[in-house]
């Protein structure tokens, strides 16, 4: 299923990697959004491209992207899009900035699609399809215990409420090893088995919807930090599964 879909997604990924890496090699500039992050015209320029081509290839399909916002649908699926997942370190070299697109049906992730063209990866998964990293298939950990478990987490300096902040701050003490927040890159890590879980406090539909169908179709497991399974919550928690029950107990006990 959803075979065309992916197609077009993996191709129009490709295309926005290119003017990624392009807008690298003669130099970026950039401006400060309302909320403090920075956006570069290459986001908008990959935006652009990504809704313009998806809402031709399927038309009816609705439209959510971190720059241009949301355009309606009439056939129960959206297209939600991160031009630029990592604008930050895209602006700084730092190579985790990738391109975010997914595929929601009646609210479901349904496909996914994480492109970091300058590491030369490209994961994707459909759902009921598994998942792949460069054409070759992929699965969470199998790793049972958090303290022996390496994962990675956002929200544990940014996120306003302390007490959460806290919480977060002391399930990372239990694990074997903790990362700081590697954008996109860190849910490949979890659906390819590398990292055990991430926590981020602080998502959004375009920065996690993508990952929730590559997770999942991986092995893992995907929620808010409630539980609940939705990439609308404002968190976002990827796991192999195994560890997810403890996570969530951790954050709701």
């Known amino acids: 299923m959803y075979r065309a879909e992916l197609t077009r997604a993996l191709e129009l990924s490709k295309q926005a990697g290119v003017l990624q890496l392009k807008a690298r090699s003669s130099g970026i500039s950039f401006e400060t959004k309302s909320d403090a992050s920075p956006v570069t015209t290459v986001d908008r320029e990959c935006e652009q491209l990504l809704r313009h081509d998806l809402l031709a290839a399927f038309p009816g399909d609705g439209f959510l992207g971190e720059e241009s916002g949301m355009i309606e649908g009439t056939s129960g699926r959206r297209w939600i899009i991160d031009p630029i997942d ?113 926590i981020n406090l602080l998502d959004k539909p375009w920065d996690c919807a993508a990952a929730a169908c590559i997770i999942t179709e991986a092995g893992g497991t995907c929620s808010d930090i409630t539980g609940t399974a939705t990439v609308y919550g404002g968190t976002f928690v990827g796991s192999n599964g195994i560890l997810h029950e403890d996570i969530i107990r951790h954050f709701n006990g």
């Open 86 to 198: 990592g604008t930050r370190p895209f602006i700084r070299g730092i190579p985790t900035y990738s391109t975010l697109i997914a595929l929601e049906h009646d609210s479901v992730p349904v496909a996914g699609v994480i492109h970091l063209p300058e590491l030369g990866i490209t994961c994707w998964a459909t759902k009921g399809g598994g998942a792949f990293v460069n054409g070759s298939p992929i699965h969470v950990s199998a790793t049972t215990r958090c303290e022996s478990a390496m994962g990675s987490a956002l929200g544990f300096v940014e996120h306003e409420d302390a007490a959460l902040r806290e919480k977060l701050l002391a399930f990372m003490r239990r694990w074997d090893y903790a990362y700081g927040f590697m954008d996109a890159f860190s849910y490949v890590c979890v659906a390819s088995g590398k990292l055990d879980c991430c």
